[in-house]
């Protein structure tokens, strides 16, 4: 029971892995533009809007001009709950709403050659439990934002193919990873401390994307984007600790690397008269956060010695992920065009290691759009997403120091609504 201090660390691991709500496997948001999001994500052989600068910026050299996108989601983090098999009782997850964002811009140079920047939302989470929860020596609140700079060249190197090759700058910034600790087994009963965990890093990346669009309609498309691993270097404090054991327990420094796993995209699509319709695949390369490490600054210790705070080498043991995605879209007129989609995502996690920080499961959505474009070359693009993950059952000890687990089921279910406006300058 001693050793179950030494888990302040899964505060932090156990952060950069969570996403109770969020959109794709793991960590990870494919939603970044809304009329892609009404078409399930299938975006990468059509890549017709300036998101193509996400989902295949190969598509950037058919966007004749100059154009400028802008657009939010309203995550609404509601309908969360576990059932515990520790109390026989159910929680309900805090209510929230987050607002990821993405901005593009995007020009051609002459026929042959684009160029465009962005800057995406493309992994977060946010996740809180209440006070009471039987879960909350593992996981309080989880609290991370990932936004990604990225520049992209782009050219067409024969009548039906285009290539682009870009750069990533991602800024990771974990807001608050906290927790509970229980000081009953340090002689305080009936006491709970509490720890939180604040940090940002950076890391460099690099994209490649190719797409073919034949005369008579049919599109192919793939996009890579490599790996980053941001160094997180951060602060660990503590409050509610009682004064015999506040030397314990010293605020400080915390570090450790937060994965951002490869992706591989690619599609094929039908464009034809008023209707068009999408069909991809999507790979992440989950399987690359095998283990946790973490360092904590001050490590400190009982006599024996036994472990207080310590660092933690925790094994996640992720796997390699695909989702299926399938979009389509009528055009009513050159104004209106209603989109709808379908897609089942597949999760990275064995029951082993379900978190509360993370009750990740495999999860089947359902969308529908809707777009208008003026005659000036304004865009508006919305989008409304069902979003239905499957029950997930966790199994585990949860007073294990190196792999806590708080047996019992999840159930999630969450809505998106996005929006993007777009501005097209120039021919």
Same mark, same amino acid.
């Given at each position: 029971?001693?050793?179950?201090?030494?888990?302040?660390?899964?505060?932090?691991?156990?952060?950069?892995?969570?996403?109770?709500?969020?959109?794709?496997? =793991?960590?990870?948001?494919?939603?970044?533009?809304?009329?892609?999001? @009404?078409?399930? $994500?299938?975006?990468? #052989? /059509? %890549? *017709?809007?300036?998101?193509?600068?996400?989902?295949?910026?190969?598509?950037?050299?058919?966007?004749?001009?100059?154009?400028?996108?802008?657009?939010?989601?309203?995550?609404?983090?509601?309908?969360?709950?576990?059932?515990?098999?520790?109390?026989?009782?159910?929680?309900?997850?805090?209510?929230?709403?987050?607002?990821?964002?993405?901005?593009?811009?995007?020009?051609?140079?002459?026929?042959?050659?684009?160029?465009?920047?962005?800057?995406?939302?493309?992994?977060?989470?946010?996740?809180?439990?209440?006070?009471?929860?039987?879960?909350?020596?593992?996981?309080?609140?989880?609290?991370?934002?990932?936004?990604?700079?990225? =520049?992209?060249?782009?050219?067409?190197?024969?009548?039906?193919?285009? @290539?682009?090759? $870009?750069?990533?700058? #991602? /800024? %990771? *910034?974990?807001?608050?990873?906290?927790?509970?600790?229980?000081?009953?087994?340090?002689?305080?009963?009936?006491?709970?401390?509490?720890?939180?965990?604040?940090?940002?890093?950076?890391?460099?990346?690099?994209?490649?994307?190719?797409?073919?669009?034949?005369?008579?309609?049919?599109?192919?498309?793939?996009?890579?984007?490599?790996?980053?691993?941001?160094?997180?270097?951060?602060?660990?404090?503590?409050?509610?600790?009682?004064?015999?054991?506040?030397?314990?327990?010293?605020?400080?420094?915390?570090?450790?690397?937060?994965?951002?796993?490869?992706?591989?995209?690619?599609?094929?699509?039908?464009?034809?008269?008023?209707?068009?319709?999408?069909?991809?695949?999507?790979?992440?390369?989950?399987?690359?956060?095998?283990?946790?490490?973490?360092?904590?600054?001050?490590?400190?210790?009982?006599?024996?010695?036994?472990?207080?705070?310590?660092?933690?080498?925790?094994?996640?043991?992720?796997?390699?992920?695909?989702?299926?995605?399938?979009?389509?879209?009528?055009?009513?007129?050159?104004?209106?065009?209603?989109?709808?989609?379908?897609?089942?995502?597949?999760?990275?996690?064995?029951?082993?290691?379900?978190?509360?920080?993370?009750?990740?499961?495999?999860?089947?959505?359902?969308?529908?759009?809707?777009?208008?474009?003026?005659?000036?070359?304004?865009?508006?693009?919305?989008?409304?997403?069902?979003?239905?993950?499957?029950?997930?059952?966790?199994?585990?000890?949860?007073?294990?120091?190196?792999?806590?687990?708080?047996?019992?089921?999840?159930?999630?279910?969450?809505?998106?609504?996005?929006?993007?406006?777009?501005?097209?300058?120039?021919?």
């Amino acid at each position: 029971m001693l050793n179950r201090a030494a888990v302040i660390l899964a505060v932090l691991a156990l952060g950069q892995a969570a996403a109770g709500a969020v959109f794709a496997s =793991g960590y990870s948001i494919y939603e970044q533009g809304a009329r892609a999001m @009404a078409n399930a $994500g299938a975006f990468t #052989a /059509r %890549a *017709d809007d300036p998101s193509a600068m996400f989902f295949n910026p190969a598509g950037i050299v058919q966007l004749k001009g100059k154009m400028f996108s802008f657009g939010t989601n309203a995550v609404l983090l509601t309908g969360s709950s576990f059932d515990s098999q520790l109390s026989n009782k159910v929680f309900a997850q805090e209510d929230n709403v987050a607002w990821p964002s993405n901005l593009y811009y995007t020009q051609t140079v002459g026929k042959r050659y684009a160029f465009g920047v962005s800057v995406t939302s493309p992994f977060g989470l946010k996740t809180e439990w209440s006070n009471t929860f039987d879960g909350r020596y593992i996981s309080r609140e989880s609290n991370l934002a990932v936004l990604n700079f990225n =520049g992209n060249f782009a050219w067409s190197f024969a009548r039906t193919w285009s @290539a682009a090759v $870009g750069v990533d700058w #991602a /800024r %990771a *910034d974990i807001r608050e990873l906290s927790r509970n600790i229980n000081l009953t087994p340090l002689g305080c009963a009936g006491c709970d401390g509490f720890t939180k965990i604040t940090g940002d890093g950076d890391d460099i990346g690099w994209n490649i994307a190719v797409r073919w669009a034949a005369e008579d309609g049919l599109r192919w498309g793939a996009s890579y984007r490599s790996k980053m691993k941001p160094k997180i270097n951060g602060d660990i404090t503590f409050e509610n600790i009682p004064a015999p054991l506040a030397a314990l327990f010293p605020d400080g420094g915390a570090s450790a690397v937060l994965p951002l796993p490869a992706t591989f995209a690619t599609g094929v699509a039908s464009v034809h008269g008023r209707w068009e319709s999408e069909f991809d695949v999507v790979w992440t390369d989950w399987s690359e956060f095998g283990h946790l490490r973490i360092d904590i600054e001050k490590n400190t210790s009982l006599p024996g010695p036994i472990p207080v705070v310590a660092d933690i080498d925790q094994t996640e043991n992720w796997k390699d992920t695909y989702s299926f995605r399938l979009g389509s879209a009528y055009h009513a007129s050159d104004t209106h065009q209603y989109r709808w989609g379908l897609y089942y995502d597949f999760n990275p996690i064995s029951k082993e290691h379900v978190r509360p920080r993370l009750p990740d499961a495999d999860r089947v959505s359902a969308q529908v759009g809707y777009g208008f474009t003026g005659k000036n070359g304004f865009t508006v693009d919305v989008a409304y997403q069902a979003l239905y993950f499957l029950d997930r059952v966790a199994a585990g000890d949860p007073n294990s120091s190196t792999d806590p687990v708080m047996p019992g089921e999840y159930r999630n279910f969450t809505n998106l609504l996005g929006v993007n406006l777009g501005w097209k300058f120039g021919k």
